[in-house]
């Protein structure tokens, strides 16, 4: 069963990485239209920049300007009902890139490309601390018989620093922290598991002494069939609410793992979802192969999130 929603606006080209803002509107990306977007609460849209490549996870960063995990773009699958699918790396693809955007003047600087000389593949999502870092995945570029192996990083809002962190993960898409910053949650696209790592001090990984994933987080939940992870959200009870492709939903975790509830939308690729209105209880996800952005009601508050909501 659907659950019940509100359709807020339709047209968008691939939306993703939605931030709900104190006035009331939505900004996120288009990833096929390679643009910032603002969505007004009436549904209007406003490009707020041009992006070049393929603008995927935003976040809201230090003095307000919006950080955004660019993923070099896609070779893009045209349904003959017009619907958009997202492929293989283009030819045009010149690598990813963490980028900042000014939402006034539209002005955007490349922040980082590259770790310890090795180009960026194709950058995520990313979360904030309160300590001026971010974490963000890097999922990798697809080809027609290979792919990347994906990775996780940790860097410094002001670019002064860019740390791998896991290596390697397979296609490691949603990130996010918990509510007492101590978790760092990662999620796997078409393993559909959620991994948890702790964390002992800010950008640190506690005992990431081992070469493998598993010698550093624990996977406390995964979903059986047909079903992957795209990107996710926390909330203030430490809930994942990760968007879910296939079943076309948010799925949410407990924080221990042991209880997974889904809520459908009707779109096959539902790729995130972030929380505003009153008391953060209002639920805004991206449908993204029907190319709109829709709100619930979710049943706990939403996470108040660093530079953003404080």
């Known amino acids: 069963m659907t659950t019940p929603h509100k359709e807020i606006t339709s047209g968008l080209q691939f939306p993703e990485g939605p931030i709900a803002m104190p006035d009331g509107s939505v900004i996120l990306v288009e990833?096929?239209?390679?643009?910032?977007?603002?969505?007004?609460?009436?549904?209007?849209?406003?490009?707020?920049?041009?992006?070049?490549?393929?603008?995927?996870?935003?976040?809201?960063?230090?003095?307000?300007?919006?950080?955004?995990?660019?993923?070099?773009?896609?070779?893009?699958?045209?349904?003959?009902?017009?619907?958009?699918?997202?492929?293989?790396?283009?030819?045009?693809?010149?690598?990813?890139?963490?980028?900042?955007?000014?939402?006034?003047?539209?002005?955007?600087?490349?922040?980082?490309?590259?770790?310890?000389?090795?180009?960026?593949?194709?950058?995520?999502?990313?979360?904030?601390?309160?300590?001026?870092?971010?974490?963000?995945?890097?999922?990798?570029?697809?080809?027609?018989?290979?792919?990347?192996?994906?990775?996780?990083?940790?860097?410094?809002?002001?670019?002064?620093?860019?740390?791998?962190?896991?290596?390697?993960?397979?296609?490691?898409?949603?990130?996010?922290?918990?509510?007492?910053?101590?978790?760092?949650?990662?999620?796997?696209?078409?393993?559909?598991?959620?991994?948890?790592?702790?964390?002992?001090a800010p950008g640190t990984i506690k005992d990431a002494n081992g070469p493998y994933r598993g010698e550093k987080g624990r996977v406390i939940a995964g979903l059986g069939g047909y079903q992957m992870f795209d990107s996710l959200a926390v909330d203030s009870a430490g809930h994942i609410c990760v968007a879910s492709l296939i079943a076309g939903a948010v799925s949410d975790i407990s924080p221990d793992g042991q209880s997974v509830t889904q809520y459908k939308l009707p779109d096959p690729m539902v790729t995130n979802v972030c929380f505003g209105g009153k008391d953060l209880r209002t639920a805004f996800a991206t449908l993204s192969m029907t190319g709109k952005l829709v709100s619930f009601e979710w049943p706990r508050p939403g996470l108040k999130l660093n530079h953003l909501n404080k």
């Not at 707020?48 to 950080?67: C, D, L, Q």
């Not at 009902?81 to 030819?91: H, I, S, V, Y």
């Not at 963490?98 to 006034?104: A, G, K, L």
């Not at 002005?107 to 870092?133: H, I, M, W």
């Open 31 to 200: 990833i096929a239209r390679e643009t910032l977007t603002r969505v007004m609460p009436d549904g209007k849209q406003h490009i707020v920049a041009k992006m070049p490549g393929g603008p995927n996870g935003a976040a809201v960063g230090p003095g307000g300007k919006i950080y955004v995990a660019n993923n070099g773009g896609f070779n893009w699958i045209k349904r003959p009902d017009g619907r958009l699918f997202p492929g293989t790396q283009p030819a045009s693809y010149k690598g990813g890139s963490i980028q900042t955007v000014d939402p006034e003047s539209g002005k955007v600087e490349t922040l980082y490309d590259s770790c310890d000389g090795r180009k960026l593949n194709g950058p995520n999502d990313l979360v904030f601390d309160n300590a001026g870092g971010f974490w963000f995945t890097d999922l990798g570029k697809t080809r027609e018989y290979d792919n990347d192996r994906g990775a996780v990083y940790y860097a410094k809002a002001d670019g002064s620093r860019i740390e791998q962190k896991v290596f390697p993960l397979e296609r490691p898409n949603g990130c996010g922290l918990s509510p007492d910053e101590k978790t760092l949650y990662v999620v796997e696209t078409p393993t559909a598991r959620c991994w948890a790592f702790d964390l002992s």
